[in-house]
């Protein structure tokens, strides 16, 4: 340890009984979330002292302000909060930039760092960690996957001692919200609307519906469970928006329904990754969660299975974890390290696959498909075609035996230049009940 490391840590001592200073950057629906926990519960030794925000007048007047102490200061200058006295920042603003420089010089201040900034934490936390680790000061996330569910925390703690090697599960309260309303019925754009309203999106919702929340995700938990760091923009995803209520129906004949489902497998030196919407069958708990539960399965060589679920989206379950972190900082609280390895990624998964056509109806659409099918050699399991649409516009659906989905993507390509398709063949892969995310 270097002097200034040791001068640090004496000062950190001597300050063990004193309060541990707060400044929050973001004041929206989490940071107004964050404040509105600690005024209800008045947490000894940690006191907030600082909010930064742009247009600060604006958060200053909010409702949410109103449970700020009047001891706080308000700024929209970050050297304020960088030049401050505060011993810990809460980052809740999301992107990159320009948070990322900020909160290095944050850290390289003395100051530790409490996030839910999950792109950041995916992208950056490697270098932001180094950091925190040669200041001697702490940088947790708890907050960044899963919200308010403590997955990071339990698979830091209580997890470390397996080898992890899968994971799956629902990460993104939003998608789950639009996908189980639909399920119920509702359309798309008005449940996506209100997962607005309700402050569970990000500030750019496609990073949700697209999938880039999940997959920031996805990389972040990969990360810490089994220690695989990966490249996020080499990992697979596939949006949401392209279900209809139709996938609903034909998912329901095949005892199925649609989530937004991440999974990453370890296979030697690689890792399977992908987010995207698949059919989940109606026996499985990811079938039954609704709204913005997430739910988490990690898969480990000794232990099993182990689930973790709850709120994953929203202002207070989030707020939750993030104070958790905070009071966990202030206590001084270790965590366990392990050596972390880069690891290449594929988008392959084996898989059964729901295949979604619109066509305009003439004879030989299902022979040409299943000539594409055979040719690369998929098996088809089911065809189903419901009564009462009308020819010029008439969707079906195929589903496939087992097999590999860059098999299937290769013979979609060849089915989606056939002149009769009117859209995009939709692929979802198909979950099976010995897929470790039942
Ligand atoms: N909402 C949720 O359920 C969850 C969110 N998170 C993460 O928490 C973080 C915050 O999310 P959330 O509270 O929902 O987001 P909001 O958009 O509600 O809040 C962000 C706040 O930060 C301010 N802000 C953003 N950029 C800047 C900037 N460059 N300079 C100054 N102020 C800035 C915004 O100001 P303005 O109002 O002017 O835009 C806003 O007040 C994100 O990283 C998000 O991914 C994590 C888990 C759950
Ligand atoms: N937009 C995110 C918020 C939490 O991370 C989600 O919907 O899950």
């Given at each position: 340890m270097t002097t200034k490391q040791k001068k640090r840590v004496a000062a950190k001592k001597s300050k063990s009984d004193s309060v541990v200073k707060v400044a929050l950057l973001g004041f929206g629906t989490v940071g107004g979330s964050v404040a509105r926990v600690l005024a209800a519960s008045r947490f000894p030794g940690v006191q907030l002292t600082h909010i930064f925000n742009r247009n600060v007048d604006r958060k200053r007047s909010s409702e949410a302000a109103k449970l700020v102490p009047g001891s706080v200061v308000w700024t929209d200058n970050i050297d304020v909060i960088l030049r401050s006295d505060v011993d810990v920042v809460i980052e809740l603003m999301g992107g990159l930039n320009p948070v990322e420089g900020w909160l290095r010089k944050a850290l390289a201040a003395g100051k530790s760092v409490v996030t839910a900034n999950k792109q950041l934490i995916a992208y950056r936390g490697t270098g932001l960690a180094k950091i925190a680790a040669q200041h001697n000061v702490h940088l947790l996330h708890?907050?960044?996957?899963?919200?308010?569910?403590?997955v990071i925390p339990g698979m830091l703690q209580g997890l470390c001692g397996d080898q992890v090697t899968r994971l799956s599960g629902i990460v993104n309260g939003t998608c789950n919200y639009i996908l189980s309303r639909m399920e119920a019925g509702a359309d798309y754009a008005t449940v996506l609307e209100d997962a607005q309203q309700l402050g569970y999106a990000e500030a750019d919702p496609s990073a949700d519906v697209d999938g880039y929340d999940a997959r920031a995700k996805l990389c972040i938990l990969s990360r810490i469970a089994m220690h695989a760091e990966l490249d996020p923009d080499a990992v697979a995803m596939q949006t949401i928006s392209a279900i209809e209520a139709i996938d609903f129906s034909y998912a329901k004949e095949l005892n199925c329904t649609i989530r937004q489902v991440s999974r990453a497998e370890l296979d030697g030196r690689i890792v399977h990754a992908r987010v995207a919407p698949m059919l989940v069958p109606l026996a499985s708990p990811m079938a039954w969660s609704h709204g913005t539960q997430n739910m988490v399965v990690v898969s480990g060589k000794f232990g099993g299975d182990v689930v973790f679920s709850g709120h994953g989206a929203g202002g207070e379950p989030t707020a939750v974890a993030v104070v958790s972190d905070l009071l966990a900082v202030a206590q001084d609280c270790k965590t366990v390290q392990l050596p972390v390895r880069r690891r290449e990624v594929t988008g392959d998964f084996f898989a059964p696959h729901y295949l979604r056509f619109v066509v305009d109806d003439k004879p030989g659409i299902v022979s040409a498909i299943s000539g594409a099918l055979s040719k690369v050699g998929a098996n088809i399991d089911s065809l189903l075609q419901r009564r009462g649409y009308p020819k010029h516009r008439l969707p079906f659906v195929v589903t496939t035996e087992p097999c590999l989905s860059s098999t299937i993507e290769r013979a979609l390509a060849s089915v989606a230049r056939m002149d009769c398709m009117l859209e995009k063949p939709l692929c979802l892969q198909m979950l099976e009940v010995e897929d470790k995310a039942e």
């Open positions: 708890g907050a960044a996957v899963a919200g308010g569910v403590p």
